[in-house]
């Protein structure tokens, strides 16, 4: 019998109120209603074709972009028996979540640098000349998708996804 582990109490004595445990996988249900119906089965970890899915705090499933993107195969949906992982039609959003560029960026401090972009395919990084001759990043964040290929390609991780505070 698998007793289910009450993740607020457990952030209230870590210290962490109100926090995600990290980027759930697409097309998850909202985090309280994915904290109560994933049975932590490993499934949707072991389908992921990528191996962007990883197990996180607590043994939920978590995406980890640190060295792999989402290419939307749905392979997490299909096998996920509980239903944590839901898309209900063809229009529905993967995930609100798109990238970010901080300053460690290369091309902020003026070397020439545009991996991001050049892992983008619905180019939402595109590069723009500054003064000064090296091209700055500009992030259309109603282009991203989500997909994080650009995180794991930057030199010096200056990408990172964040959840945006909108709902799917």
């Not at 990043?137 to 930057?154: H, K």
């Amino acid at each position: 019998m698998q007793q289910a582990v009450n993740q607020s109490r457990r952030n209230l004595f870590r210290g962490r109120i109100n926090r995600v445990g990290g980027i759930r996988p697409p097309w998850s249900l909202p985090e309280n209603k994915f904290l109560d119906t994933c049975v932590r089965c490993n499934d949707c970890i072991d389908a992921c074709e990528t191996n962007l899915l990883k197990k996180g705090d607590g043994g939920y499933p978590i995406a980890d972009f640190s060295q792999a993107e989402c290419t939307f195969c749905e392979a997490c949906v299909k096998s996920c028996s509980p239903k944590a992982l839901l898309k209900t039609d063809s229009q529905q959003k993967p995930w609100n979540i798109t990238a970010t560029i901080n300053d460690r960026c290369l091309a902020k401090n003026k070397v020439h640098c545009r991996t991001c972009g050049e892992q983008c395919e619905v180019e939402a990084i595109t590069f723009r000349l500054a003064p000064g001759g090296v091209a700055l990043p500009n992030l259309d964040t109603d282009l991203c998708n989500g997909c994080g290929a650009c995180v794991s390609s930057c030199p010096v991780s200056a990408v990172a996804m964040k959840l945006s505070t909108e709902q799917p």
